[in-house]
């Protein structure tokens, strides 16, 4: 599976954040604090059996992760 697209809403402390991934490598980096992680967390949250309330922007009800992915067969 390829992801192409990513979109959280209410997610940790972000209130909004669309991310498209281009074909063939995709290589994130920056600052200590840029917001890499939030992309690896929010990814690696899509396939994990069990999520923490601890991932929603206080303040609010519920945090949204959308993930566009490609079969890669």
Partial sequence: MI????SLKNFRNHSRLN??????L???T???GAGKSILLNAIDLVFSARV???IIKTGC?????????????
């Fill in 3 to 6: 992801v192409k697209e990513l």
């Fill in 30 to 32: 920056g600052e200590t």
């Fill in 52 to 54: 923490s309330k601890d």
């Fill in 26 to 28: 995709n290589i994130i």
């Fill in 19 to 24: 991310y498209k991934f281009s074909p063939g």
């Fill in 61 to 73: 009800d519920k945090a949204i992760i959308e993930i566009t992915l490609q079969n890669t067969k």
